[in-house]
């Protein structure tokens, strides 16, 4: 079994730069990514100020979904939905950027997390724009007569469920990729030193988004409350670009090869 041949790796000027320009795709991508988390999810109603949806309903739908919608105008939402639907090939433009990062590992560990990473953000398009049909459903609660309401709650649920599905299929995905990631960087086979193996990992990435936002201010609290992924991603790929900034460096241990 063998490592990535010579020809893999980014050598030249032109390959650098690609790499470079990779990698400010990442954080490109996590900038529309945030923005549109920050959008679609990023309000906090009170209960007292919708109480037929958070009280009245709260037994038949999300409340706190609901909350960080119901306050956002429907033009809100819609640009939160298509801001991150745009910045999605930012995001895998990244993941090229990751996948030759991997490539001194050999290829049969960096294919795989591509593959992972690839298909996570091809799908997260649509768990993302999810969130818009559901907050628009409990939205229209508040201006439809009552008689309307017992067909717009099923509604509401029914886009849920298909919300949950297209949303958890990126997480998971992107979660593994992030988990192999973690792990063969730890190893030592890959261009980035072992300490990055702390910064990307799922764990790790969605805990440094979650503080990022703890720490800010009002109103950026609140607008970054649910963006904790994206934020996480930001720091991976603006870590990663400046660590690879002049090239990849030779694996700093060993571990199992893989066949190329």
């Not at 939402?77 to 895998?92: E, K, S």
């Not at 886009?159 to 299929?169: T, Y």
């Not at 790929?237 to 066949?259: C, D, H, I, K, M």
């Amino acid at each position: 079994m063998t490592n990535a041949r010579a020809s893999d790796l980014p050598s030249d000027s032109m390959s650098l730069r690609w790499l470079r320009l990779a990698g400010i795709a990442g954080v490109i991508g996590a900038v529309f990514w945030t923005l549109g988390d920050a959008l679609i999810i990023g309000a906090k109603a009170q209960a007292g100020d919708y109480p037929l949806v958070l009280h009245a309903y709260a037994g038949r739908l999300e409340t706190g979904m609901a909350a960080m919608m119901l306050p956002s105008s429907e033009a809100r939402l819609a640009a939160g939905a298509l801001v991150a639907d745009v910045g999605i090939v930012f995001y895998l433009a990244g993941s090229w950027h990751l996948f030759r990062g991997l490539l001194p590992a050999g290829r049969l560990w960096a294919w795989p997390i591509f593959a992972l990473l690839v298909c996570g953000n091809a799908w997260s398009p649509l768990g993302h724009a999810g969130f818009y049909y559901v907050g628009m459903a409990y939205k229209t609660l508040l201006v439809t007569p009552p008689a309307a309401h017992p067909a717009l709650l099923d509604l509401a649920a029914h886009f849920h469920n298909v919300l949950l599905i297209a949303w958890l299929l990126p997480i998971v995905t992107l979660g593994l990729a992030l988990l192999g990631l973690g792990i063969i960087i730890a190893l030592g086979r890959t261009a980035w030193p072992r300490w990055f193996a702390l910064i990307a990992n799922p764990v790790s990435l969605v805990g440094i988004g979650t503080a990022i936002a703890f720490v800010s201010p009002e109103p950026v609290k609140t607008w970054l409350d649910g963006a904790a992924f994206n934020l996480g991603w930001f720091v991976v790929y603006a870590l990663s670009t400046a660590v690879l900034w002049n090239g990849l460096a030779q694996p700093r241990s060993t571990v199992p090869e893989l066949a190329a």
